[in-house]
């Protein structure tokens, strides 16, 4: 199908319509994961997304980086693949997340990470290094928050820690975290490793 230059300026017009609501709408924390779009085909196709937000102030707080964005039509939403997001902090290093597939709603509320997802905080003087491991996280930037349902693993300089049934985590700081299901925690105390599992949890506090 060979589009005019009119209906690819509109679909380029709503493709930035769409990343600019999800970028700047706050949203209430969801009451269950949303579900992809993937069904059917989608009515236009965007390659080599690119997109900044900018604070009141005029400064860069998100970037977001894909190869090919797919909008469905209705209610269905968009895809994007391989994105890579970046969370530019004022109090320490940015969190960059990584990720096979994104997708996010028409009204912008929230965006969904598939695949395999891996986010990463690099070390600050008062912090270690951060990453996070996990095959689905639901993002929700405006609040600083995030949560899955799948197995995650959570990596905190020497320290690691795993739980089956997810967790949710407030990366403002201080960083807060819950986690369910069975846990399992490695702490290194004074030179020695402490190996803790944890049943039936939730375990809460910092990662």
């Known amino acids: 199908m060979t589009l005019s230059a009119r209906e690819i300026a509109i679909a380029l017009l709503l493709a930035s319509a769409g990343l ?12 269950g994961v949303p ?17 900044v937000a900018m604070s009141v102030h005029g400064r860069p707080v998100r970037r977001l980086r894909a190869p090919e964005l797919r909008h ?12 890579v997001l970046h969370l530019l902090e004022t109090d320490g290093p940015d969190w960059e997340i990584r990720a096979e597939r994104a997708w996010f709603p028409p009204d912008g509320s929230e965006v969904l990470l598939e695949g395999r997802v891996f986010a990463e905080r690099p070390a600050a003087p008062d912090a270690p290094r951060t990453r996070i491991r996990t095959s689905e996280l639901l993002v ?13 693993e959570l990596e905190r300089g ?23 299901g ?3 925690e490695r702490m290194m105390v004074a030179g020695a490793k402490s190996t803790a599992p944890g049943d039936a949890a939730p375990a809460a506090g910092g990662p």
């Open 20 to 31: 600019a609501a999800w970028w700047y709408r706050g949203a209430q924390r969801p009451e």
């Open 182 to 184: 069975r846990v399992r």
């Open 140 to 152: 929700m930037d405006e609040e600083h928050y995030a949560e899955t349902d799948r197995f995650v």
């Open 35 to 51: 579900e992809s779009p993937r069904q059917g085909r989608p009515d236009y196709v965007v390659e080599q997304v690119a997109a």
């Open 158 to 180: 020497e320290d690691w820690l795993t739980a089956v049934n997810g967790m949710q985590l407030w990366f403002e700081e201080p960083m807060r975290s819950r986690f369910f």
């Open 72 to 83: 469905y039509p209705g209610a269905a939403g968009s895809e994007l693949d391989m994105p």
